[in-house]
T-cell receptor, first 113, second 113 residues
């Protein structure tokens, strides 16, 4: 296991379409986090899981966003009815829990036309 | 709520010289952690250094060290003997009361040969 992986790396979609991203964490990590990073900004927290339980969600996570982590392994982030403002890099990270280091994946870059 | 401020959007340094990146933060938590993350162009974010707020001693990792001023809520990063591979975006982040990381907007570091 070489690190956190994310798929796809790039996604271009039309406004109004649904998209789903996948994150595979480091295998022994029970925490999984999603962040969103727009151009010129630092990452912003979206949500995190401890095993399969979603423990915290940001106000940034509107009703169009949903995240799951079935069986406490990989996670998916779905955005319904995408808007141009959803264009961003979506980052996934995993850890053994605070205060341990969060290991980041390469991100999925979403472009909404 | 936690906030992190990086007042230097861009910095440059000559190879082999020393540079200091600034970060201030605000938190109401008594127990918290501070981090510097590095994000090279088109590559994933990696942890550079971490500081536990309860520790008075400043953290060091090889050429990287911090100046942690708890009363002033300041957490600067010093890079000694700068190398071309140090060129990247550097993000200061805090973690406290929750497992989420709160990031600053970042500082773009250029290393000139």
């Amino acid at each position: 296991d070489t690190g956190v992986s994310q798929n796809p790396r790039h996604k271009i979609t039309k406004r109004g379409q649904n998209v789903t991203f996948r994150c595979d964490p480091i295998s022994e990590h029970n925490r999984l986090y999603w962040y969103r990073q727009t151009l010129g900004q630092g990452p912003e927290f979206l949500t995190y899981f401890q095993n399969e339980a979603q423990l915290e969600k940001s106000r940034l996570l509107s009703d169009r966003f949903s995240a799951e982590r079935p069986k406490g392994s990989f996670s998916t982030l779905e955005i319904q009815r995408t808007e141009q403002g959803d264009s961003a890099m979506y980052l996934c990270a995993s850890s053994l829990g605070a205060p341990n280091e969060q290991f980041f994946g390469p991100g999925t870059r979403l472009t909404v036309l | 709520a936690q906030t992190v401020t990086q007042s230097q959007p861009e910095m440059s340094v000559q190879e082999a010289e020393t540079v200091t990146l600034s970060c201030t933060y605000d938190t109401s938590e008594s127990d918290y952690y501070l981090f510097w993350y590095k994000q090279p162009p088109s590559r994933q974010m990696i942890l550079v250094i971490r500081q536990e707020a309860y520790k008075q001693q400043n953290a060091t990792e090889n050429r990287f060290s911090v100046n942690f001023q708890k009363a002033a809520k300041s957490f600067s990063l010093k890079i000694s003997d700068s190398q071309l591979g140090d060129a990247a975006m550097y993000f200061c982040a805090s973690q406290g009361g929750s497992e989420k990381l709160v990031f600053g907007k970042g500082t773009k570091l250029t290393v000139n040969p």
